[in-house]
């Protein structure tokens, strides 16, 4: 089943980078009309880098491939659940869909637990464990300010020749 052959090669770069010390066991691919336009697996020892996550990887590599931000239609198969991380960059490049096989709770029987950041995630910025402090600033409202002005003046150019999506610019 075409389904199956797609989780089995996100368990391959998943057993291929775990084999070679590249990082944790999980492995992804993203496919799109039948063809994989992105493939990924945990490498956050090779690139001491605690984002390296295999759904990570495998939109980064889609989305340099393809010169784009979006991956509409695509559909990504993970070996582990995604964690809040990988779902939000998944909602970001705005895939279809996510096929995952092992559930989050089996990740973290195997020492690999998000609960704590999806607990996290639901509170109010205030209240979570993280210390976060709101501390406006007038350049930093300017910034924000110069992007809108950027984008009104693309919408009376008479190409559209602005970012297509924008929020992710
Ligand atoms: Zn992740």
């Avoid at 198969?77 to 996510?98: F, G, H, K, R």
């Avoid at 995630?121 to 406006?136: G, H, K």
């Avoid at 559209?160 to 992710?168: A, T, V």
Wanted: hydrophobic share 40%; glycine share 8%; charged share 20%.
């Amino acid at each position: 089943m075409e389904l199956t052959k797609w989780m089995n090669l996100a368990a391959k770069y998943g057993q291929d980078g775990l084999d070679r010390g590249d990082g944790g066991p999980f492995g992804s691919v993203i496919v799109r009309n039948g063809h994989v336009i992105g493939k990924g697996w945990n490498q956050c020892f090779l690139l001491s880098d605690p984002t390296a996550h295999a759904e990570i990887q495998a939109i980064r590599d889609a989305c340099k491939q393809l010169q784009t931000l979006e991956l509409v239609g695509g559909v990504m198969y993970a070996t582990a659940e995604p964690c809040p991380m990988c779902l939000s960059a998944i909602y970001w490049a705005q895939l279809d869909a996510v096929y995952f096989a092992c559930s989050k709770e089996i990740s973290a029987n195997a020492g690999f637990n998000d609960r704590k950041i999806y607990q996290q995630l639901e509170l109010p910025w205030n209240a979570r464990s993280l210390n976060m402090v709101q501390m406006p600033n007038e350049a930093a409202t300017h910034l924000m300010q110069s992007w809108i002005e950027k984008m009104q003046g693309k919408q009376h150019e008479p190409t559209n020749s602005g970012p297509d999506h924008p929020e992710c610019a």
